[in-house]
């Protein structure tokens, strides 16, 4: 009977404490609630006029993520302005496209200027042409205004270890170049044809956005990368400098004030899985977005 009185007296104190955690728990759970809730109402009703901060990271990619956040920039009235910093050598051309086309809609509405980190090359410089002012360090990388389409070709190793590729295809250029068996006739005039198309949209939208025509676009256009000191000479961007000289820009040209909150935007921006996580620099700090990256026909206007 003692053991027994024991045993039920014990699950009453198990069940006390259970339904003590519980009630913690529960009130854990309604505070952060609480304290979430209040910190979208804040985030909401912020306001107030501001330059809006946007950074563009790495390899340039479609996002509708990103695509979202610039139309919301261009129809927020307290956004006096937009500030793009980057820093990327590059990324797909249909990704760089629709990163410009949206940064433009932007600059019809209110001013855009865009400030060069370490690298603004190619899909990164076709991003800084959609600003209305361009300002770079004396040493970030810029230019590379071409593309590129690259994929491993390892039909000859697979050869020699007696490996036998089938392919099974509507047409003679479907799929073509592959990386598993040699290019069939035609394979590479086809891939060239895209490149030239992408090539010209490219160059022509640099000499249209930065006034640069005849040979002078002829030197700027050849695929090769140059200083910030170098691009200022040939046109390829307005000023030497960083955020201060592009805060000074806006309020010369457009009375912004300096002191205007600079109010920085992100989005869908998620941590690196592990071990990614661990290993930042080795990847290149690539997003999600970034690693989506995969096989598949992909015209790139990268520098390397």
Not at 38 to 59: L, N, P, Y
Not at 190 to 200: F, G, K
Not at 213 to 227: C, H, I, N, S
Request: charged share 25%; hydrophobic share 45%; aromatic share 6%.
């Amino acid at each position: 009977m003692t053991a027994t009185a024991d045993l039920i007296l014990e699950r009453r104190r198990v069940r006390r404490r259970l339904a003590f955690w519980r009630i913690l728990a529960i009130v854990a759970v309604v505070v952060a609630v609480g304290i979430g809730a209040a910190s979208v109402s804040v985030s909401a009703k912020s306001g107030g006029e501001h330059v809006a901060r946007i950074w563009i990271d790495g390899v340039i990619v479609s996002d509708h993520e990103r695509a979202d956040l610039i139309e919301e920039i261009a129809k927020d009235d307290t956004a006096k302005a937009l500030l793009v910093r980057i820093n990327s050598p590059g990324g797909t051309v249909a990704g760089s496209e629709e990163l410009y086309e949206g940064l433009r809609r932007v600059a019809e509405i209110k001013p855009v200027v865009a400030v060069m980190s370490e690298a603004a090359a190619s899909g990164g410089y076709i991003t800084a042409i959609a600003a209305d002012h361009i300002v770079a360090r004396g040493n970030t990388l810029t230019g590379s205004i071409g593309v590129v389409a690259e994929a491993p070709n390892i039909a000859g190793l697979l050869e020699s270890v007696g490996v036998n590729v089938t392919r099974v295809k509507s047409a003679p250029l479907k799929a073509e170049p592959g990386f598993l068996t040699e290019p069939v006739p035609g394979a590479f005039e086809a891939q060239q044809r895209l490149i030239d198309d992408s090539y010209d949209w490219f160059r022509e939208l640099v000499g249209a956005r930065r006034g640069i025509e005849g040979p002078a676009l002829d030197t700027v256009a050849d695929g090769r990368a140059f200083t910030g000191r170098e691009a200022l000479a040939l046109d390829l961007i307005d000023e030497l400098g960083g955020e201060t000289e592009a805060r000074s820009w806006l309020e010369t040209e457009h009375s912004i004030a300096k002191d205007t909150e600079l109010r920085t935007r992100k989005w869908g921006e998620r941590d690196l899985p592990w071990p990614l996580s661990m290993v930042g620099l080795a990847t290149g700090d690539l997003t999600p977005v970034q690693l989506r990256l995969g096989p598949g026909p992909r015209l790139y206007a990268l520098m390397y």
